[in-house]
């Protein structure tokens, strides 16, 4: 018995030398999916947008869907690029986006002003746009130029700002500045103001959606000079060279057209868009 102890505890010895005489068993990483992007990291990069331009934006329930969001996906599945797109803010966007760090891009119908170029890099253009005027019926606004002593309400950071800053004076307190339209439209609506300033599109999807507001748009060609959207990046940003040839062949393949007539009823005049890229 004791011998056959003794041999035990021996061979019991050898196994835990055996064992410790190994290395550590060591978990291979997983790689992360979605491939190298155009910021250096892994996965699907990541696009900030403000979901309150309908029909541009907007939260269906908790998706993001308009417009813009139709055409990032199809500029994105052109690209061959995995992304995410988050709603932040119109505010919230713009920092990040100039930051980099989070969100490599921003689209929310952006419009490319010099101003921003000096903060931002941008895509090539791809949609046409300009300010509208939006007022109650009956009221004696016929321009912009009838805007310069009422009350008017325009979101904040927006080229409608600037516009109205300019005109009014940007410390005017009769120009009312808000964190997003809505809250423009709802100061029209409750009387707080004699008009809005926005977007066509957004003021236009605002007076379909509500009828019984009996809100009538303006136009004032001389005073809102045509805008262009296009996608918001970090200064430097790699993604451009990426975003740009998406851009375009999506408007050249047709693709774009099939966009716009689901969001906006009729086929684009894309002769002015065109020519704005090719600049």
Known sequence: MKKIYLLSLMTLIMVLL?????????????????????SGGSGPIKIATDASYAPME????????????????????????????????????????????????????????????????FSLPYYESANMIV??????IQSAADLADKQVAVQAATTADTIMSELMGASNPKLKKFDSNTLAFMELDKGGADAVVADNAIIQEYIKNNPDSKL???????????????????????????LDPAVKAVIDNGTYEEIYEKWFGKKPDLSSLKAEMAK
């Open 135 to 140: 007022v109650k019926e009956g009221s004696d």
């Open 58 to 121: 907007f939260m269906d329930r908790d998706q993001v869907t308009g417009f813009d969001i139709d055409f990032l996906d199809a500029v994105m599945k052109e690209a061959g690029i995995d992304y995410e797109v988050e709603n932040v803010g119109w505010d919230t966007m713009l920092l990040s986006v100039k930051q980099g760090s989070e969100y490599q891009a921003g689209i929310s119908a952006i419009s490319v002003t010099e101003e921003r170029k000096e903060s931002y890099d």
């Open 216 to 242: 009538v748009g303006i136009t004032d060609s001389e005073a809102f000079q045509p805008e262009y959207y296009a996608f918001l990046m970090p200064k430097g940003s790699e993604l451009k060279a990426e």
């Open 18 to 38: 055996a064992a410790c005489g190994q290395p550590p068993a060591v978990s291979e990483p997983t790689p992360a999916t979605g491939g190298e992007t155009a």
